[in-house]
């Protein structure tokens, strides 16, 4: 179950950085689109979460690897009077907090409003217990 | 595998709520914090600014219009190197490259003057719009930029530099957008060639706008017509002129300075004002607008240094240039040295580029974003750099109106004249309108209300003409000769031009356009009749009338803002209130005595420590206050102190404080009579002399002024206040540094500070340190420290021009870019960078080149 939540979560990853090349709120589009496909696993929203964070994470590890972002961060701290860490922290908390809630919210209608998924269905999207 | 459970309903509640909050503050500003979505995106946010930190090795553009393909080098100072096959293209590779590396500074400096910053920053810049368009700067630029014939080098290159900005920002992504329009969350306007016509504009705004009328009011109201004359004279105590007048030493010209006679305090009241309101929007104006950061809490020693300041310190700025023949340098060629002080600002005023275009132009020299053509440099035959002259150039006429509540007509000459109406509509972000003004102008200018009359202004910065015909000639020009005759059709503001060239002359022209005012009423700095067109100016001073010199007997020329001319050569009005002539007397001082200069030494003089303040007055306030050491052991102290002191600033130096602190206490003690003490007044004080008036005083030891206003029932003498000054001062430094010693060095007194256009404190660059300088020296530095060298630069005509040069910021206006503010440390330690002059592009060694831009005509 580990590996294959890896695996999802790695996946989910690579779509939401997709999301995000076209703007960043596309991130909590595919998260609410995530958590509608898989409104019958309650894991979804934690991946989801996740996700957001890593695939930040690794556009700004993109970031770094052409530039100092450890300027951009102390001059975006400075100017917003807060560490230089916390403008990482918010970096990544925001996607995170966005991918977190949409996914939450979109499988609370999905489950409302559309029907429970069929076993087989389901069994492709969740890992047997 | 049974069903997933239901979330809880709270859950989903809090999430929405989250969610939506999320949104909010990622989609829209909120307490004056830009979108955090489009901030933090580590695509096209922030972050990005750190792969746009430096140019890509390689890149290509295309351009509009661009005859042939432009190649840019990139030295490895970040100066562009720009060969291309025509002027035309040449400007537009500039227009690009500026708009790549200044983008922000483009906008702000445009908006400022146009008067449109609220449409970018909101409401709180209102003030600063209405003020701008009450000045109708703008409005004047834009009337002279439409009179300009097809061919004029001022549009044909303001419109192709604007194709080289327009192409960039047509270009730009998400990601090249600037860190400050991040912060505004403001998106870049397409420039109009008329704005390069703006940023003249506003540089005559900073260099030739004078209030001398008002100030000149508020001081006859208390103390009267004569004594202010003598306070504020037309003609400097000192002469050490800018043209050489055959003396080989200052002149002192003491004149007796009447006593104070009380006048009306409700007139000087009413007239300052309107300095003061002035006054705070110019230096608003400065840092274009403030997003809330004071200088204060920019610059932790600054609560000290202007402690320390004088009251006259925000005259303690200016600049300084000399040349030197030939037969007085080391190697036999001209050298040139340039020094503009200015507003140090983060991305500087200054720009370096290189515009090579075969068998018609050869330039380096320092750009203005907004402009193409460097207004100070050299090519492969002259260099040429400017001071300001600070004639008088703007005059106030007292209109009768028809209705003074609501005029629509003015008097002249018996006949009621209409007033032309300019309707100013101030719009705010998303622009809608938020104000409507209209702006009253007669025949010479824009009417304002001051002291419950209605006053016109005629400024020769209004009058609008072509102001690149002059600096496309200059970097053209061959020789002195021809930089001359190039630089005739420059009018204001007026600048005094030093030039050497490689046939070994120098020279120097204050040039500018300088009125010729009716025999009647030659003052410029008095109040006029607007009711007879006999009150306007007459004509204009010819060239051949300017202050000048070429290849002058002495071997060498300087000029550092004083009066230009001795007025036994030349009485007529020129202008009044110069600044104190310490520096220039201190230049000309070293350079009569050093008849082998190097570009070294020229270098060296431009941090020189020393001032020729300190001489005339360290003496008196010695012998004064040695008279008063038997009775007081703290001020036998600080006699001792002055003493010891070698009269040198530098930042180790532990005498200049004392010394300071004392000519301040003197000046503030001397000139009790200019403080408005009435309850109205609030004891603001309406002007303060010069130093070389106290100077001047200190010849009438018994004159009424020194007599100290709160003690009714002495009577004191100079050498009293003398007194009272070093020992207030003792006592004012102790309090602050304690007993004398390491802790009253002048560095901890005295930084630059290096404010960003908006006065963010994160992007500016506080307490840096300065090599050397005081108020009176070579670098003078106000108590503020904002005022400085915004450019060094050194010369060497010789067989190959060789030169040197340096400015307090970097070429990039990205704060995550090393070359933000990579000069600081070699300006702050007075050292100047070797400059690369290579004639063709394969010139530049790859060793000396970080980049490359190759630029295409666009379809």
């Known amino acids: ?129 | 595998m049974a069903a997933a459970r239901r979330t809880a309903p709270a859950t989903v509640v809090l999430a929405a709520l989250v969610l939506a909050g999320t949104m909010w503050v990622g989609g829209r500003s909120v307490a004056g914090a830009p979108p955090l979505g489009g901030l933090l995106d580590p695509v096209n946010g922030v972050w990005a600014l750190a792969r746009r930190a430096l140019p890509p090795a390689r890149a290509e553009a295309a351009i509009p219009h661009l005859s042939a393909p432009v190649d840019v080098r990139v030295d490895d100072r970040g100066v562009p190197h720009i060969f291309a096959s025509s002027i035309a293209d040449a400007a537009r590779a500039m227009g690009y490259v500026h708009a790549r590396d200044r983008l922000f500074q483009l906008e702000i400096q445009t908006r400022a003057v146009a008067g449109t910053l609220s449409e970018m920053v909101g409401d709180r810049a209102l003030p600063l719009d209405r003020e701008a368009r009450e000045q109708g700067l703008a409005d004047a630029a834009t009337r002279g930029f439409d009179r300009l014939p097809p061919d004029a080098p001022a549009r044909v290159l303001a419109t192709a530099y604007a194709d080289g900005v327009n192409a960039y920002i047509d270009a730009m992504t998400p990601a090249d957008l600037p860190f400050e329009f991040r912060l505004l969350d403001a998106r870049p306007q397409r420039w109009e060639p008329k704005y390069t016509a703006y940023l003249f504009a506003r540089m005559g705004l900073t260099l030739a706008y004078t209030d001398g009328e008002l100030r000149r009011a508020a001081m006859e109201a208390l103390v009267g017509h004569d004594a202010t004359d003598a306070l504020f004279p037309r003609n400097s105590p000192i002469q050490e002129p800018i043209q050489p007048n055959g003396q080989h030493a200052p002149r002192f010209d003491w004149q007796v300075i009447p006593p104070p006679k009380p006048g009306d305090g409700a007139t000087a009241r009413t007239a300052l004002a309107e300095i003061e309101r002035r006054a705070t929007l110019a230096s608003a104006l400065d840092g274009v607008v403030d997003l809330g950061a004071g200088r204060r809490a920019l610059d932790p020693a600054a609560p000290l240094g202007a402690a320390l300041a004088r009251p006259t310190d925000d005259a303690a700025v200016g600049s300084n240039n000399w040349v030197v023949a030939p037969k007085r340098t080391a190697a036999g060629h001209a050298l040139l040295a340039g020094d503009p002080h200015l507003s140090l600002t983060l991305p500087s005023i200054w720009y370096e580029a290189h515009l090579v275009v075969p068998d018609s132009l050869d330039v380096y020299g320092v750009t203005i974003p907004g402009a193409p053509i460097p207004p100070i440099g050299f090519n492969r035959n002259v260099a040429w750099t400017e001071t300001n002259t600070g004639a008088d150039v703007a005059d106030y006429f007292v209109e009768t109106v028809d209705d003074p509540a609501h005029p629509r007509q003015y008097k002249l000459d018996g006949a009621w004249k209409p007033l032309r109406q300019r309707v100013e509509v101030i719009r705010g972000r998303g622009g809608h309108v938020i104000e409507t003004d209209t702006v009253l102008e007669t025949h010479r200018g824009p009417m304002l209300r001051s002291g419950g009359q209605w006053v016109s202004r005629r400024w020769t910065v209004t009058d609008g003409y072509d102001v690149m015909k002059p600096f496309l000639g200059a970097a053209r020009s061959a020789s002195v000769r021809e930089l001359w005759a190039a630089t005739d059709s420059f009018l204001a503001p007026a600048q005094n031009f030093a030039t050497a060239d490689r046939g070994g002359h120098i020279a120097i022209r204050s040039t500018g356009r300088f009125p010729i005012r009716p025999k009647d009423a030659d003052r410029g700095d008095e109040l006029r009749d607007g009711s007879r067109s006999s009150s306007d100016w007459q004509a204009w001073w010819t060239t051949a009338e300017y202050p000048q010199a070429y290849d002058p007997p002495q071997g060498y020329v300087a000029s550092a803002n004083q009066q230009p001319k001795d007025p036994r050569v030349d009485p007529r009005y020129l202008g009044w209130d110069w600044p104190s002539p310490w520096r220039a007397m201190r230049i000309n001082e070293m350079l009569r005595a050093d008849s082998a200069v190097t570009p070294d030494r020229m270098r060296r003089m431009q941090t020189d420590p020393l001032s020729a303040e300190t001489p005339l007055f360290l003496p008196r306030f010695i012998a004064a206050g040695e008279a008063g050491t038997a009775q007081d052991a703290s001020l036998a102290t600080a006699v001792s102190v002055l003493k010891e002191w070698d009269g040198r600033y530098t930042s180790d130096n532990t005498g200049a404080v004392l010394y300071e602190a004392a000519l301040d206490e003197l000046t503030t003690r001397t000139w009790d009579e200019l403080v408005d003490t009435s309850a109205a007044g609030r004891n603001r004080r309406v002007a303060t002399p010069e130093a070389e008036v106290t100077l001047e005083l200190m010849q009438q030891p018994d004159s009424p002024w020194w007599d100290d206003r709160s003690t009714p029932d002495v009577h004191e003498r100079r050498d009293d206040i003398l007194r009272a000054s070093l020992a207030a001062a003792f006592t004012r430094v102790v309090a602050r540094l304690g007993v004398p010693g390491p802790a009253w060095a002048w560095g901890r007194t005295r930084h630059a500070l290096v404010r960003h256009l908006l006065g963010i404190p994160a992007l500016s660059r506080a307490n840096v340190l300065v090599s050397g300088g005081g108020p009176g020296a070579v670098t003078p530095s106000a108590g503020d420290g904002n005022h400085g060298a915004s450019w060094r630069m050194v010369v060497e005509l010789g067989d190959e021009v060789r030169a040197w040069g340096i400015y307090p910021g970097g070429q990039s206006g990205n704060p995550a870019s090393p070359r933000y503010a990579d000069r600081l440390g070699k300006w702050s330690a007075g050292t100047l960078d070797s400059l690369h002059f290579p004639r063709r592009a394969q010139d530049l060694a790859p060793a000396n080149t970080s980049s490359r831009l190759s630029l295409r005509g666009a379809p």
């Open chain 1, 1 to 129: 179950m580990t590996r294959q939540l890896a695996l999802r979560t790695l996946v989910v990853t690579l779509a939401f950085i997709a999301a995000s090349l076209l703007a960043w709120w596309a991130l909590p589009v595919a998260a609410a689109m995530f958590g509608a496909l898989t409104r019958d696993d309650r894991s979804g929203a934690v991946v989801a979460g996740t996700a957001g964070m890593l695939s930040w994470a690794v556009l700004l590890a993109w970031d770094a690897w052409a530039g100092p972002v450890g300027q951009v961060a102390a001059t975006l701290g400075g100017v917003l009077q807060i560490k230089a860490v916390a403008v990482y922290v918010l970096t990544l908390a925001f996607p995170g907090l966005l991918a977190v809630c949409a996914a939450i919210v979109a499988r609370a209608v999905a489950r409302a409003t559309m029907p429970a998924r069929a076993p087989a269905a389901a069994a492709t999207a969740t890992p047997p217990a």
